[in-house]
T-cell receptor
């Protein structure tokens, strides 16, 4: 079974600064995806970024980028030029692509990020 | 529809009553998931539907929980004889294929009193 660990329950950052959220995972699989989801107070989970395990290049989406260290099983999210709208709960998630898997997402406990003006 | 739609948005029920939660996925999406989000347990997988295949019910916490998906579209999660520990936000997600982006609804907040 896979596990996902987010060791930072809460973090805060000043507007326009950079913040990094940590995530580690444990799996024996070799073929999988990793995700960061954002959940604002509206409750709707929004995909921030996705990383395929077979890709060595770190994924980037505008102000969001990841540091994917496959050997260390680490997947951190960097948010540059933080904005007030980035305030939300952030979840790291794992999806196995192995045969027989149901492609479910396994989530970490989340990190509550607050961006201060 | 434009997104995944869940109803009701909030539900308060008395302990012992049955409840039905509805999920209307994005049109054309073949995969549909139910997750439960609670303070103590975080986000937990409940059940997964993919096309016409038998659903994966491995995450359902007890036999009081059941779900169906009619016509490969709308899904209903039913909780019988609700207990206080069933209080949580129930999230539905759908995706075009199993390994593509999952889009989530806004969830149903269930409170059992």
């Amino acid at each position: 079974a896979q596990t996902v660990t987010q060791s930072q329950p809460e973090m805060s950052v000043q507007e326009a600064e950079t913040v990094t959220l940590s995530c580690t995972y444990d799996t024996s699989e070799s073929n999988y995806y990793l995700f960061w989801y954002k959940q604002p107070p509206s409750r709707q989970m929004i995909l921030v970024i996705r990383q395929e395990a077979y890709k060595q290049q770190n994924a980037t989406e505008n102000r969001f980028s990841v540091n994917f260290q496959k050997a260390a099983k680490s997947f951190s999210l960097k948010i540059s030029d933080s904005q007030l709208g980035d305030t939300a709960m952030y979840f790291c998630a794992f999806m196995s692509l192995s045969g027989g898997s149901n492609y479910k997402l396994t989530f970490g406990k989340g990190t509550l990020l607050t961006v201060n003006p | 529809g434009a997104g995944v739609s869940q109803s009701p948005s909030n539900k308060v029920t008395e302990k012992g009553k049955d409840v039905e939660l509805r999920c209307d996925p994005i049109s054309g999406h073949t995969a549909l998931y139910w997750y439960r989000q609670s303070l103590g347990q975080g986000l937990e997988f409940l059940i997964y539907f993919q096309g016409n295949s038998a659903p994966d019910k491995s995450g359902l916490p007890s036999d009081r929980f059941s779900a169906e998906r009619t016509g490969g579209s709308v899904s209903t999660l039913t909780i019988q004889r609700t207990q206080q520990e069933d209080s949580a936000v129930y999230l539905c997600a759908s995706s075009w294929q199993v390994n593509t982006e999952a889009f989530f609804g806004q969830g149903t907040r269930l409170t059992v009193v």
